[in-house]
């Protein structure tokens, strides 16, 4: 009998009724590991109805004391790091050390949020009219939902997750059925930091507990992170039920490469910033703009580095692990083999290697294109796994419209060591965050996270100052006391500051 991953429920693991279960893989093996619980629509209301109770508590106790819990979960973060990041391998299959990051970065917006007491501080004007005051103040939306994909287990929920319980509300999270345990060990370190029972819950499932959440009437908001078909429904869904909603969606990432770059710079970055997560990743690079006469030359430099990668079992000190489960591992190498059909070079054919594993694990090597063009599937969809493409262009020009052109805008990269070419582009670039000779920038967490056009909807990034202003609602107050030296007496004008 397999093992059953439960959800997490009022301060505790609770199997619930498990009327439907997922498998979940170790795809480092191909093999079950376990069942998640499916929350059916009643268990996602009674959970919210709870919660609901639960977050009105936690929005009334003092910001000293939400503070002392945000820095003692900070703490139980550090200290079972390396459990979080061994389950993260054993789910979703990245190599160790790259689950060990997304724990970091997770953790650095938990620090963020430590800072609630300056972050939550309101304004005050002093004497606006005769006698009159005015201040601001952000209160707590409530129960708010988040949904977090596959390829960040720990890291995805913990941009939204910290700021929202500083803030004041509880959060109902439904991360991703395909990886569901490191959302558990969250749980235990915001139960071991002293959070109160209900104000954090873990709920699994799928499309029927997402839609539970969109339409129940005491979900104020949702947090949405995954592909952009499914980013468009929860936004208009959500939205339509009277939610705030920020809703983060897929990606296809350009590094374009100016002519005066360091090519081996520029090769390493590639090769990192392509093949790491086994390309599993919104701010993976999926597309490098060489702009002539640089394409032949840097084709053969990053082909060379990717001949030294290692592709394995990821507790194995691998460079690359498998990807998440066979059916992605089959519909990636099936864009290879588009590619191939529509006259794309392929240079490194990832579907020929030789793992570091169990010959059942879910794999594709790091694979290598050039002379790809819009029109062909390899180029035009998002992929998600460890293809890289070369497009060439002609000039800086005809590289920037080709980023602007496309429908997502998550993420891009120039690398060029003209200081000129680089301020251009990130001020004509249509893209929500950009590196300059860097090839993930990821914004740190008191920056927020977010891309544009189809990569983002609803106007709101995630973590740092638009984090606070999402999981928050603003009030202004006007206060007159009366002066006892100085009665205003009836006035039936219109109210004006004199
Ligand atoms: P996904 O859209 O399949 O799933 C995301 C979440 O939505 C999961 O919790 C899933 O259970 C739920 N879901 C799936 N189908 C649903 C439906 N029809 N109705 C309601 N809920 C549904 O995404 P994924 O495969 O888990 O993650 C990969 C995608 O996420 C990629 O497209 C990637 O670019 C994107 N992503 C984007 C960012 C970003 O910041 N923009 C970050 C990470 C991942």
Not at 41 to 65: F, T, Y
Not at 242 to 266: I, S, Y
Not at 401 to 430: C, H, K, M, S
């Amino acid at each position: 009998m397999s093992t059953l991953i439960p959800h997490w429920r009022d301060g505790a693991r609770w199997p619930g009724a498990a009327s439907r279960t997922g498998d979940v893989h170790d795809p480092a093996t191909g093999r079950v590991a376990a069942q998640v619980s499916f929350a059916s629509a009643e268990e996602v209301d009674a959970v919210v109805r709870e919660a609901r109770v639960a977050g009105r508590a936690w929005a009334e106790a003092s910001l000293s004391r939400r503070t002392s819990v945000l820095f003692a979960f900070r703490e139980a973060l550090v200290r079972r790091r390396h459990d979080i990041a061994a389950a993260i391998t054993a789910e979703h299959g990245k190599v160790l050390d790259d689950a060990l990051g997304e724990v970091q970065r997770g953790l650095e917006v938990a620090e963020f949020a430590c800072g609630a007491p300056h972050l939550l501080k309101g304004s005050f004007s002093d004497g606006v009219s005769n006698g009159v005051d005015v201040h601001s103040l952000r209160q707590a939306l409530g129960v708010v939902a988040v949904v977090s994909p596959f390829n960040f287990p720990a890291m995805v929920p913990l941009w939204f997750v910290p700021v929202a319980i500083a803030c004041g509300n509880a959060v109902v999270l439904k991360p991703s059925e395909k990886d569901p345990s490191a959302s558990l060990l969250l749980a235990q370190c915001w139960a071991e930091a002293g959070l109160p029972a209900g104000v954090f819950t873990v709920l699994h499932g799928d499309k029927e507990a997402v839609d539970a959440l969109l339409e129940h009437p005491e979900v104020a908001s949702v947090s949405f992170v995954g592909s952009t078909p499914v980013a468009r429904y929860v936004y208009e869904t959500g939205t339509r039920h009277g939610k705030r909603v920020q809703a983060l969606g897929g990606a296809k990432n350009h590094m374009v490469v100016l002519p005066d770059a360091d090519l081996d710079e520029v090769a390493d970055a590639a090769v990192s910033a392509g093949f790491g997560s086994a390309g599993e990743r919104c701010m993976a690079i999926s597309v490098v703009v060489a702009v002539d006469p640089v394409g032949d030359e840097l084709v053969e430099r990053i082909a060379a580095r990717m001949a030294g990668l290692r592709t394995g079992d990821g507790r194995r000190g691998c460079d690359m692990g498998p990807l998440v489960t066979g059916a992605h591992r089959d519909k990636v190498a099936s864009y290879v083999a588009a590619g191939v059909e529509a006259g794309a070079s392929l240079v490194v054919d990832g579907r020929e290697v030789v793992p570091d594993g169990d010959e059942n694990g879910f794999w594709l090597g790091p694979t290598l294109f050039d002379h790809v063009a819009p029109g062909v599937p390899v180029y035009d969809e998002e992929i998600f796994g460890p293809v890289l493409s070369v497009v060439r262009a002609a000039s800086y020009d005809e590289a920037l419209a080709l980023v602007n052109a496309n429908p997502y805008g998550n993420g891009t990269a120039i690398f060029t060591g003209d200081g000129g070419a680089a301020r251009r582009f990130q001020r004509e670039v249509e893209v929500g965050m950009v590196g300059v000779n860097v090839p993930i920038p990821v914004p740190m967490a008191y920056y927020s996270f977010g891309g544009w056009k189809a990569s983002l909807f609803g106007d709101t990034h995630a973590h740092g100052m638009e984090g606070v202003h999402f999981f928050t609602r603003g009030k202004v107050v006007t206060t007159r006391w009366p002066d006892p030296a100085s009665r205003p007496g009836i006035d039936l004008g219109f109210p004006q500051h004199r």
